[in-house]
């Protein structure tokens, strides 16, 4: 049964519905959409202030890009840079910005097992009369402990103290495969340090 929640403001409503229109189109199809960033943690955990909207695309044709930005407008949306098509096949990412709102989104586009894994977990969430889903508490840990800025923390220790009894050794194993392929063995040591801390202050 799909959770339900009304933390989300109403402008970010509005981007939202017109975002799954988008995403919705036949002709884009078949796409996972997955919530991920800010508004996923204000969702599964404390609601915090973010300033924009973060999607994650899996099963999606790269063939079929050039589409959706040429729809992207006809939705609602302008682009954020110069030339988001190349931008987008070169980063893996189209930065939008919803016109009328003005809030920006990012639309990631994932191909990797731990992406496709994120996309096959996640959790069907009601908005108002909007369905989506959202990222797992477990793997937004994942993502903020390989991104890890002061925010990421915060938000990790946020989902944690309300989701204690997490998958710990997945958790450390997605991280140390990001650690190795980045060539950043602290990424790993400061995630088995934030989760022993979060271990120490379980009641």
Same mark, same amino acid.
């Given at each position: 049964m799909p959770k339900k929640s009304s933390r989300i403001d109403r402008s970010f409503q509005r981007v939202f519905r017109d975002l799954l229109n988008l995403l919705s189109d036949p002709a884009l199809q078949p796409l996972d959409a997955v919530l991920i960033?800010? &508004?996923?943690?204000?969702?599964?955990?404390?609601? $915090?202030?973010?300033?924009? &909207?973060? /999607?994650?695309?899996?099963?999606?044709?790269?063939?079929?890009?050039? %589409?959706? %930005? =040429? $729809?992207?407008? +006809? @939705?609602?949306?302008?682009?954020?840079? +110069?030339? #988001?098509?190349?931008?987008?096949?070169? @980063?893996?990412?189209i930065l939008m910005q919803h016109r009328d709102t003005r809030i920006p989104v990012d639309i990631s586009l994932g191909f990797s097992p731990f992406e496709n894994e %994120?996309?096959? $977990?996640?959790? #069907?969430?009601? !908005?108002?009369? !909007?369905?989506?889903?959202?990222?797992? #508490? =477990?793997? !937004?840990? &994942? /993502?903020?402990?390989?991104?890890? $800025?002061? %925010?990421?923390?915060i938000d990790v220790q946020q989902i944690l103290a309300i989701h204690p009894h997490m998958d710990k050794e997945? &958790?450390? @194993?997605?991280?140390? +495969?990001?650690s190795a392929a980045l060539e950043m063995p602290e990424l790993l040591e400061n995630a088995r340090r934030v989760l022993n801390q979060a271990s120490h202050g379980e009641s």
């Open positions: 960033g800010g &508004i996923a943690v204000s969702l599964v955990a404390k609601p $915090r202030f973010t300033a924009d &909207i973060d /999607m994650l695309l899996t099963n999606f044709d790269l063939s079929r890009l050039g %589409i959706l %930005i =040429e $729809r992207a407008p +006809e @939705y609602g949306f302008e682009f954020r840079v +110069e030339n #988001p098509l190349q931008f987008a096949q070169h @980063y893996l990412v %994120i996309a096959s $977990r996640a959790t #069907p969430t009601s !908005l108002g009369s !909007l369905r989506l889903r959202v990222a797992t #508490p =477990e793997d !937004l840990v &994942i /993502m903020k402990l390989v991104a890890q $800025r002061p %925010i990421d923390l997945r &958790i450390l @194993y997605w991280v140390s +495969e990001f």
